[in-house]
């Protein structure tokens, strides 16, 4: 599903409160002009709507009250709130979960005007201003789940943190570089020893992403094609000799071509919300071994 993002007019420059309990936005003209932008995101094309709205001065009296007829932002794709988020640790949870859930952000706004109330902007530290947190299944069944401090940036989504991990953590796993034993060939009657050259595990380095720590672990698993007609999933990486962890047997003498082939499975955690799977086609790796088998002879001498 596309995800559509609205983007208010900046709003707060500065804020002053004076004795009298009345407040004021300084520095703000009195019409602003959000002008049409296409860009295009991870999880579809982003537009930002143009127009033009009045900012009349905010004062703290009765006729300021919550107006969500201003979707600030609206999307899909696992959102990540905030630690300003006031409804609680596992409605956050529960949000960034579902990545076909749609949720939006809406301004308090004075009744049936485009004026900020004053809770918007007294409740959240200078250059951000309070948003309802809408969530549901679709955009007909939203119902609010509390509210978040927020500035001007994009709201954060599990697509935006899995299209970071991918290009960068995921392509860092380790080189596949393959070997066996005997060194040179082996023997009909000897196993073949083999080895991948990589760890079973893979742990990238922290990152942060769009805010976020990000920790990403990846899990390999192996296809060995022997060149004898056979082959072998497995999830050992193999040994170097002594350690025979994963060996083969040639019936018959020959050249062999072996050929390899890694499936690296990535999941990240998100402090505070959980671990996820990295979305997307796995990082595969593949290379090959050439092999010769000599037969095996048993060899009589006399008894003495």
């Known amino acids: 599903m596309h995800a559509r993002v609205f983007v208010v007019m900046s709003l707060v420059m500065s804020m002053a409160t004076s004795s009298n309990a009345t407040i004021r936005l300084q520095s703000i003209p009195t019409h602003a002009r959000v002008a049409s932008i296409s860009t295009s995101a991870h999880e579809g094309n982003v537009k930002i709507q143009s127009g033009v709205r009045s900012l009349a001065a905010v004062r703290g009296d009765a006729s300021v009250v919550g107006d969500d007829q201003h979707n600030a932002y609206v999307g899909t794709g696992g959102l990540l709130l905030p630690h300003s988020f006031t409804g609680g640790g596992e409605v956050k949870k529960r949000i960034s979960n579902c990545l076909t859930c749609t949720w939006k952000y809406t301004t308090y706004c004075a009744q049936g005007t485009d004026s900020m109330c004053a809770h918007a902007v007294t409740t959240c530290p200078a250059g951000q201003i309070r948003y309802r947190v809408w969530f549901g299944t679709d955009e007909q069944w939203l119902s609010v789940v509390g509210s978040v401090c927020w500035g001007w940036k994009r709201p954060v989504t599990r697509k935006i943190i899995n299209e970071e991990i991918s290009q960068v953590a995921v392509r860092n796993v ?5 070997g066996y034993e005997p060194p040179g060939g082996s ?3 000897i196993p073949v020893n083999f080895h991948s050259g990589q760890p079973l595990e893979f ?15 990846a899990v390999a698993r192996w296809l060995w094609r022997w060149g004898d007609g056979s082959s072998q ?4 990486p193999g ?13 018959k003498p020959g050249s062999y071509s072996v050929r390899v082939h890694t499936v ?3 999941k990240y955690t998100v402090a505070g919300f959980g671990t996820f799977d990295v979305l997307g086609d796995p990082v595969t790796q593949d290379s ?17």
């Open 174 to 178: 380790p080189t596949l570089s393959p």
């Open 187 to 189: 023997l009909t009657s």
């Open 203 to 217: 742990r990238a380095e922290p990152m942060v992403v769009a805010g976020y720590t990000v920790r990403v672990v």
């Open 233 to 236: 999933w497995t999830s050992s």
């Open 239 to 251: 040994t170097k000799y002594p350690v025979l962890s994963l060996t083969h047997r040639y019936r």
């Open 264 to 266: 690296w499975a990535a």
């Open 288 to 304: 090959s071994l050439e092999l010769t088998v000599d037969s095996s002879r048993v060899v009589l001498t006399p008894w003495e």
